[in-house]
């Protein structure tokens, strides 16, 4: 195995977090994926490993790159074993105090000069910062990936009121080196994808309330006449409609009316319509096949 460029942790191995790890392996890095239970950390290689498949099947990746870059991911369900990492980056639940609890631990166990990230979709960073210690914040800021995080290239990188120039360049270098573009974004609540993104989302929910068109029929509307490459409900399905409740009433506290969440939406949750993962969403693609 070709000599790892560095040591990156991950705390967190759902969706997002998971897909985080993969990549940073994949750029040549030793990657230390945490998370509360064995069961959570091999269900998360697996669906890594089906990602490679897959990327390997569509020319994405060359055959020799999957038993490399798994191999550059190990886990762990302690944090204690961040001692030795340069960047973490945390990406559990969107839930302030649970992320809080998590950046104490990292302060206290990670080595004084180890960037310490977080991949909140909405949460203020700088509300995120007051969890450390004032000589860890200098190395604290938000990198937000966007899902997949296998194949989209977006990272914004999000500086809170004490993060250092010198950790954005040093973060903005991790994620090239994780093949992804950062963009700078100033710290405000839902950063700018999310911001422009739900606006969209609301609208498009807004259009199935009132009866104009069917999830189906926007979504399709939206890669041909937008040139998108996935719909607002294919995307909620994928990335689960409570999670897209859950940041519109983020961004609806922060900014008001605009981002107030549909009641088809808040219904649709309530009633288990989650997506994917639940076996029904919004499109028939996500029911589970029996």
Same mark, same amino acid.
């Given at each position: 195995?070709?000599?790892?460029?560095?040591?990156?942790?991950?705390?967190?191995?759902?969706?997002?977090?998971?897909?985080?790890?993969?990549?940073?392996?994949?750029?040549?890095?030793?990657?230390?994926?945490?998370?509360?239970? &064995?069961? &959570?950390?091999?269900?998360?290689?697996?669906?890594?490993?089906?990602?490679?498949?897959?990327?390997?099947?569509?020319?994405?990746?060359?055959?020799?790159?999957?038993?490399?870059?798994?191999?550059?991911?190990?886990?762990?369900?302690?944090?204690?074993?961040?001692?030795?990492?340069?960047?973490?980056?945390?990406?559990?639940?969107?839930? @302030?105090?649970?992320?809080?609890?998590?950046? $104490?631990? %990292?302060?206290?166990?990670?080595? *004084?000069?180890?960037?310490?990230?977080?991949?909140?979709?909405?949460?203020?960073?700088?509300?995120?910062?007051? !969890?450390?210690? *004032?000589?860890?914040?200098?190395?604290?800021?938000?990198?937000? !990936?966007?899902?997949?995080?296998?194949?989209?290239?977006?990272?914004?990188? =999000?500086?809170?009121?004490?993060?250092? @120039?010198?950790?954005? &360049?040093?973060?903005?270098?991790?994620?090239?080196?994780?093949?992804?573009?950062? =963009? $700078?974004?100033?710290?405000?609540?839902?950063?700018?994808?999310?911001?422009?993104?739900?606006?969209?989302?609301?609208?498009?929910?807004?259009?199935?309330?009132?009866?104009?068109?069917?999830?189906?029929? =926007?979504?399709?509307?939206?890669? %041909?006449?937008?040139?998108? *490459?996935?719909?607002?409900?294919?995307?909620?399905?994928?990335?689960?409609?409570?999670?897209?409740?859950?940041?519109?009433?983020?961004?609806?506290?922060?900014?008001?009316?605009?981002?107030? *969440?549909?009641?088809?939406?808040?219904?649709?949750?309530?009633?288990?319509?989650?997506?994917?993962?639940?076996?029904?969403?919004?499109?028939?693609?996500? @029911?589970?096949?029996?």
């Amino acid at each position: 195995m070709a000599t790892v460029r560095g040591k990156i942790g991950v705390v967190g191995a759902g969706l997002m977090g998971a897909e985080i790890a993969l990549v940073y392996a994949l750029g040549g890095y030793d990657v230390l994926l945490h998370d509360r239970g &064995e069961s &959570e950390l091999t269900s998360a290689l697996d669906r890594l490993a089906g990602i490679v498949d897959k990327g390997i099947a569509r020319g994405f990746y060359k055959e020799a790159v999957k038993p490399v870059a798994l191999a550059r991911i190990a886990t762990t369900t302690d944090l204690e074993r961040f001692h030795d990492r340069e960047m973490v980056t945390e990406a559990v639940f969107e839930d @302030e105090r649970e992320k809080g609890e998590i950046f $104490r631990t %990292l302060d206290r166990v990670c080595p *004084p000069e180890a960037l310490i990230a977080s991949n909140t979709s909405s949460i203020a960073i700088s509300a995120l910062a007051s !969890y450390l210690s *004032p000589e860890r914040r200098p190395r604290f800021l938000g990198t937000h !990936y966007f899902s997949p995080v296998s194949r989209m290239r977006l990272v914004e990188v =999000i500086p809170q009121f004490d993060t250092a @120039e010198d950790s954005v &360049e040093r973060a903005m270098a991790y994620c090239r080196d994780a093949d992804k573009t950062p =963009i $700078r974004v100033k710290d405000v609540v839902g950063f700018a994808v999310n911001r422009v993104l739900h606006a969209f989302v609301i609208e498009a929910i807004k259009l199935v309330e009132e009866g104009v068109a069917t999830p189906e029929d =926007i979504d399709l509307a939206c890669k %041909l006449g937008l040139g998108h *490459p996935i719909g607002p409900f294919e995307l909620m399905d994928v990335t689960t409609s409570s999670l897209c409740l859950q940041v519109q009433e983020i961004l609806h506290e922060a900014y008001g009316e605009r981002f107030r *969440p549909p009641a088809l939406l808040k219904q649709r949750v309530q009633a288990g319509f989650l997506g994917r993962k639940a076996g029904r969403g919004w499109l028939k693609s996500a @029911e589970r096949k029996r």
